[in-house]
């Protein structure tokens, strides 16, 4: 037993393997449906209570949200918490993202801030569980320990979470009460959904005499609950039948069978014991009934016809994959959905014995120390090697100032030694630049002795660039990249810490911060995939893969940030575009490596 009194919580499960609560009203209709039992069809339509909601139903027999629109199902839970906590009171603490709008904590999150919030303290330390955040009630603001990067908080009333009393069963299985299963089956919905469903199902509803015997003579099928308001959503419930083989796939459907629908809950009223739950059933069980399922429908003259989840870039695939399942399920036929696909950011553990140096690469490790600019030569010294002049200049802008070529440069920054009507050449490319803006343009840069054509990017001398100081692992792991089965992985591990910025960084001597690190990047142990590592060694020692600047994804400034050479950080899945399988990747790579100087050729030159 748990509590003899508590706030019942409904939550779902997201990516990232975290249960969300739902808001109070809606676990108030949730918990509404789940008491009423099987006369109440075991589906609950999430938009009944906020139409935000709408594609959303769970179904209470499997536990698990199912969303119409793209067929994707999350898990659900029923839990329970003390009356007296944040939910038994209405009280919702929220964050502010970074599009202005408020968050809810986790449940536990929440309760633990109200706790310490009501205790009259100054602020509260999420590390203990398992958050790397201060709470600050004088500020009423949200602080990272490691960053330090501050957000708005705010606690709010609202509606008190369910109540219920007495002994509370551990289990969150459905129905939750034991008398329920006697109950007469609730009136039909007359709702446009719902008479769309029945309308469809009165279309297939005739059998010819034949076809009647034939699905009498086949091994029967498990009736499935009663349908209620929103069952063209999911009618019946989302039974969990294991797949062949005996091997559990995550895209795998459970299917959603409406086959052998009845007005009530088996065996209500017709003098014969209610049959076992799908709770009760092993998997050979779950196979033999999903087998039965299809002859009865076979023999019924109606086609098994599975419904996936539709990829592709347009959401009128999902959609059309949610409206097909929910009109066949509706005319009883056997629907297949897949579950959302989950992260997954590693390879499974590899032991040390595992781990293989990479052969024609030398060490597993590299180190990168600060690099100051070389001293010794001029910005005019440097670019003399990389210029013509040119007496004559044509009649066109330069595309530094935006002023014509043949007047003088209009930069008004400090001013360089050089005369400001003076124009070159670059030898390579032959675009055509004031001299006086390419000896700014030189000086307000990292001042290597390299130069990048600002028009079509062509690099001059060996380009470096400000990483900070840090350490590259690589090595080779004994588990293949979707895509790549027929080869190991690279992995690389960068790891670069916190420090000071220096005087090649855009505000020296001001702390900066390293988040994410030490950050895992896969190569595939191929022909070309080791060319890419042996490139991106090269990249590491000039100080190109990183640098510090504004994070795009979190907009915080003086931080570590990649450096336009893209790297693959999901291990088994490739759900933000940063993971496998990816077949262009590794050509792609290389075009940016190229972009910034780094070819074959580099490799010649570093071995010199």
Not at 218 to 224: D, F, G, I, K, Q
Request: one cysteine or more; glycine letters at 10%.
């Amino acid at each position: 037993m748990l509590l003899a009194s508590a706030a019942v919580v409904w939550e779902w499960l997201n990516e990232h393997g975290r249960w969300r609560p739902y808001g109070p009203a809606v676990s108030h209709h949730i918990e509404a449906v789940a008491r009423a039992g099987p006369r109440a069809g075991g589906s609950v339509v999430l938009g009944q209570a906020d139409s935000r909601l709408a594609p959303y139903i769970i179904d209470l027999q499997s536990m698990h949200q199912f969303r119409q629109d793209t067929g994707t199902i999350r898990p659900v839970r029923r839990s329970y918490y003390d009356p007296s906590s944040a939910p038994g009171k209405g009280v919702v603490w929220e964050w502010e993202n970074d599009s202005g709008s408020w968050t809810p904590y986790d449940m536990d999150v929440g309760i633990t801030i109200q706790r310490a919030y009501e205790k009259q303290h100054p602020w509260v330390d999420l590390s203990a569980i398992g958050f790397c955040y201060v709470i600050d009630f004088a500020t009423m603001g949200q602080i990272n320990r490691q960053t330090r990067r501050k957000r708005r908080v705010r606690r709010r009333l609202d509606m008190i979470y369910p109540l219920v009393s007495g002994a509370l069963p551990k289990s969150q299985s459905w129905p939750a009460s034991p008398g329920a299963a006697a109950s007469p089956p609730a009136p039909a919905c007359t709702c446009p959904q719902c008479l769309l469903v029945r309308s469809v199902k009165a279309a297939g509803a005739p059998a010819a005499p034949q076809q009647r015997r034939a699905a009498a003579a086949a091994p029967p099928a498990a009736p499935a609950p009663g349908v209620l308001h929103g069952a063209a959503g999911a009618p019946g419930a989302l039974q969990a039948l294991a797949s062949q083989g005996g091997r559990r796939q995550a895209a795998s459907a459970p299917a959603l069978s409406s086959t052998g629908l009845a007005a009530g809950p088996a065996g209500a009223g017709d003098g014969k014991a209610p049959r076992p739950g799908l709770s009760t059933l092993n998997r050979s069980h779950l196979q033999r009934l999903a087998i039965a399922q299809s002859r009865v429908l076979i023999a019924s003259g109606v086609p098994t016809v599975p419904v996936k989840n539709l990829t592709g870039s347009s959401p009128v695939n999902p959609a059309l994959a949610g409206i097909t399942g929910i009109l066949m399920s509706a005319a009883g036929l056997p629907v297949c959905l897949t579950r959302p696909p989950k992260l997954v950011l590693h390879p499974p553990p590899v032991s040390k014995s595992d781990i293989q140096a990479i052969p024609g690469i030398s060490h597993t490790c590299r180190k990168t120390t600060k690099k100051q600019a070389k001293k010794g030569k001029t910005p005019e010294e440097v670019l003399k090697k990389y210029l013509q002049k040119v007496r004559h200049p044509p009649d066109e802008d330069c595309t530094i100032c935006m002023e014509r070529l043949s007047a003088p440069s209009g930069y008004k920054g400090p001013q360089p030694a050089v005369k400001p009507d003076l124009v070159g050449r670059l030898a390579k490319c032959g675009h055509v630049f004031h001299l006086h803006c390419l000896v700014a343009m030189y000086n307000n840069g990292n001042k290597d002795g390299s130069l990048q054509c600002p028009t079509c990017k062509t690099i001059y001398g060996v380009k470096t660039g400000t990483q900070p100081p840090g350490k590259m692992e690589y090595h080779i792991i004994p588990h293949a990249l979707p895509g790549h089965s027929d080869c190991k992985t690279i992995r690389i591990i960068y790891n670069i810490p916190p420090g000071v910025q220096g005087p090649e960084h855009p505000n020296p001597g001001k702390s900066f911060t390293a988040r994410g690190f030490p950050r895992h990047c896969y190569l595939p142990d191929s022909e070309k995939g080791r060319k890419v590592l042996k490139l991106l060694l090269v990249a590491w020692d000039r100080r190109l893969i990183f640098a510090i600047g504004t994070s795009s994804t979190t907009g915080e400034s003086d931080t570590v940030i990649w450096n336009e050479i893209h790297h693959k950080t999901e291990f088994g899945s490739n759900l933000t575009g940063h993971g496998y399988p990816d077949v262009n990747y590794l050509d792609n790579v290389l075009a940016e490596l190229a972009a910034q100087g780094i070819t074959e050729e580099s490799l010649a030159q570093e071995k010199d």
